[in-house]
């Protein structure tokens, strides 16, 4: 007999984050478009967790978005300015005051993000030339990738959730939104990882891993063919020379 599921978190009833969620008002509108697989198996994905943290959000599912009646309405909105949180060369970088109010011009900022494997989030990009049109931005990590029971690409790639709580702060300074809760993000992050260690910990808990989770800093990057071609996830512009 399978378990009560929550059908907001998508945990467990007996293990359900919802009441411990505050959500926050923000000014911007975040936007998570999520991979079929992202939505309908991964139990551990952040990306719903913490639309469930903001307020002024949305979860879309799907794989190509240029024909999704609501996602174009964002996007084609005249009262809103859409931008597309993914790092390059031609990103803007919230970081070094790439992006200002006067850049707004009193349009609502919609961001929007891809929650999805980076192979997966490539594809969706890939087969969706409206969002390859929209403004990109970008933001400096203040570290690595906060991911215990999963390993990051490369460095500078960030689960959907270390990646919004990075923008809010990112935002806020830039003096474009606040950001109410700023532990809260990271605080629902280190919980629900430390449930699945002390699970994978459990002899009697099947279909667990056996092994410790070794500390992110201390991984070796994928080698070969496989770290070549993760390698290409983040292509971010070089650092600009100190004076």
Same mark, same amino acid.
């Given at each position: 007999?399978?378990?009560?599921?929550?059908?907001?978190?998508?945990?467990?009833?007996?293990?359900?984050?919802?009441?411990?969620? @505050?959500?926050?008002?923000?000014?911007?509108?975040?936007?998570?478009?999520?991979?079929?697989?992202?939505?309908?198996?991964?139990?551990?994905?952040?990306?719903?967790?913490?639309?469930?943290?903001?307020?002024?959000?949305?979860?879309?599912?799907?794989?190509?978005?240029?024909?999704?009646?609501?996602?174009?309405?964002?996007?084609?909105?005249?009262?809103?300015?859409?931008?597309?949180?993914?790092?390059?060369?031609?990103?803007?970088?919230?970081?070094?005051?790439?992006?200002? $109010?006067?850049?707004?011009?009193?349009?609502?900022?919609?961001?929007?993000?891809?929650?999805?494997?980076?192979?997966? $989030?490539?594809?969706?990009?890939?087969?969706?030339?409206?969002?390859?049109?929209?403004?990109? *931005?970008?933001?400096?990590?203040?570290?690595?990738?906060?991911?215990? *029971?999963? @390993?990051?690409?490369?460095?500078?790639?960030?689960?959907?959730?270390?990646?919004?709580?990075?923008?809010?702060?990112?935002?806020?300074? $830039?003096?474009?939104?606040?950001? &109410?809760?700023?532990?809260?993000?990271?605080?629902?992050?280190?919980?629900?990882?430390?449930?699945?260690?002390?699970? !994978? !910990?459990?002899?009697?808990?099947?279909?667990?891993?056996?092994?410790?989770?070794?500390?992110?800093?201390?991984?070796?990057?994928?080698?070969?063919?496989?770290?070549?071609?993760?390698?290409?996830?983040?292509?971010?512009?070089?650092? !600009? &020379?100190?004076?």
């Amino acid at each position: 007999m399978s378990r009560a599921t929550c059908y907001r978190c998508f945990w467990p009833q007996s293990l359900c984050w919802c009441p411990t969620l @505050q959500p926050m008002e923000t000014r911007t509108h975040f936007v998570f478009l999520m991979h079929p697989k992202e939505f309908k198996q991964e139990k551990a994905g952040t990306g719903r967790l913490t639309h469930l943290c903001l307020s002024h959000s949305k979860i879309h599912m799907g794989i190509e978005f240029d024909a999704h009646e609501e996602v174009q309405g964002l996007i084609n909105d005249p009262s809103n300015f859409p931008v597309l949180l993914y790092p390059g060369p031609t990103a803007r970088n919230l970081s070094t005051g790439g992006l200002n $109010a006067e850049d707004l011009g009193g349009r609502r900022l919609v961001v929007f993000l891809l929650d999805a494997t980076w192979s997966g $989030a490539r594809k969706m990009l890939r087969l969706s030339p409206s969002l390859q049109r929209l403004p990109r *931005i970008m933001f400096t990590p203040s570290g690595r990738s906060r991911y215990v *029971i999963k @390993q990051q690409p490369q460095d500078g790639c960030l689960s959907t959730l270390e990646a919004t709580h990075e923008l809010l702060l990112t935002l806020e300074r $830039a003096g474009l939104d606040r950001y &109410p809760l700023p532990d809260q993000l990271l605080g629902l992050f280190d919980r629900m990882q430390q449930y699945q260690i002390q699970c !994978a !910990a459990d002899p009697n808990r099947g279909g667990y891993r056996r092994q410790p989770y070794s500390a992110p800093g201390e991984r070796v990057a994928p080698q070969g063919r496989s770290g070549a071609r993760r390698s290409r996830y983040l292509v971010v512009p070089p650092a !600009a &020379p100190e004076s």
